[in-house]
């Protein structure tokens, strides 16, 4: 994972920086030094400050950096939770890419803690999903672990999701599983295997399945679940999507299942406003 951040935060500041932050070099003083205060406006659980600490490092590894809370802890508005002190250049440098990953991940890491409090009495865990921003993935999920949350798969590549498209293009739903199987087989794979159903026909047709670890029923009713985890003789995990909110998801929880995913997550957020002043 490391190596990865590494490489995020080399494209990022590449995008950001070019051939350098000429307002800085045409204002500054390449010799200056300062520090910057970093404050958090609003109430939130923050995330992103390891990865502030390795942007910092990775921008100039002179600056010096004290943060005074740490990943999952909740900030109150207005509070300032830490410093860089070094280089103004670099600091103006790092600024945005610090700011935009921290507020992101925050807002994130707080709607995840949200959703996770709220479903905790009944031994349910929030899953995330595909649905982040391209080439933010790695840092998109990092922040709902922080919130309290369970990552879901990371990519195509880490575990099998048989979906609807899927058993559309097979054929039908035991068609796809027994080509799974027989590609795994083949390919000496052992990863994860999961399988959506669209109702409880198909939950009975492919329950029996060895490979399968867990079962997706999305766009069901609570009621309806109810009704399929009854014919769960064989103990299969569930996890339970589409339609899922804050209004409804206690609901959801009460029926027995044992994880919730929700896009929601991670592509529909309001960044929590956090700022980096120079003093």
């Known amino acids: 994972m490391q190596e990865h951040i590494k490489i995020f935060i080399k494209n990022a500041l590449s995008e950001d920086i070019g051939t350098g932050d000429v307002t800085s070099l045409a204002t500054i003083n390449k010799e200056q030094k300062g520090e910057a205060i970093c404050y958090v406006k609003e109430d939130c659980i923050i995330a992103g400050i390891e990865l502030a600490k390795m942007i910092c490092t990775q921008v ?19 509070t300032p939770i830490g410093s860089i002190s070094g280089s103004v ?3 103006l440098k790092l600024e945005r890419l610090l700011l935009n990953c921290m507020q992101r991940m925050s ?4 709607k995840t803690n949200y959703f996770s409090n709220l479903i905790a ?3 349910v865990k929030i899953l995330d999903t595909r649905k982040t921003t391209p080439n933010f ?3 998109e999920k990092w922040a709902v672990k922080i919130g309290g949350g369970v990552n879901h798969r990371f990519g195509l590549y880490d575990q099998v999701l048989i979906k609807d498209n899927h058993i559309k293009a097979a054929g039908n739903i035991k068609n796809a ?10 390919n000496q794979l052992q990863i994860p295997v999961v399988v959506e159903v669209k109702d409880l026909e198909e939950f009975i047709n492919i329950k029996n399945y060895e490979i399968i670890d867990r079962i997706l029923v999305d766009n069901f009713k609570p009621i309806a679940i109810i009704e399929l985890i009854k014919h769960n003789s064989t103990h299969k995990t569930i996890e339970a999507s589409g339609g899922i909110n804050a209004s409804n998801i206690i609901e959801y929880a009460k029926t027995g299942i044992d994880y919730v995913s929700l896009g929601d997550l991670t592509h529909h957020v309001n960044s929590i406003d956090i700022s980096l002043k120079i003093i």
């Open 60 to 78: 100039d590894p002179l600056l010096t950096f004290s943060f005074k809370v740490q990943d999952g802890e909740f900030v109150n508005r207005n």
């Open 89 to 91: 250049q670099s600091i």
């Open 107 to 110: 807002a994130i890491a707080t």
């Open 121 to 123: 009495p009944y031994n």
């Open 137 to 139: 993935r790695i840092c």
């Open 177 to 186: 599983v027994e080509s799974c199987e027989k590609y795994l087989h083949d």
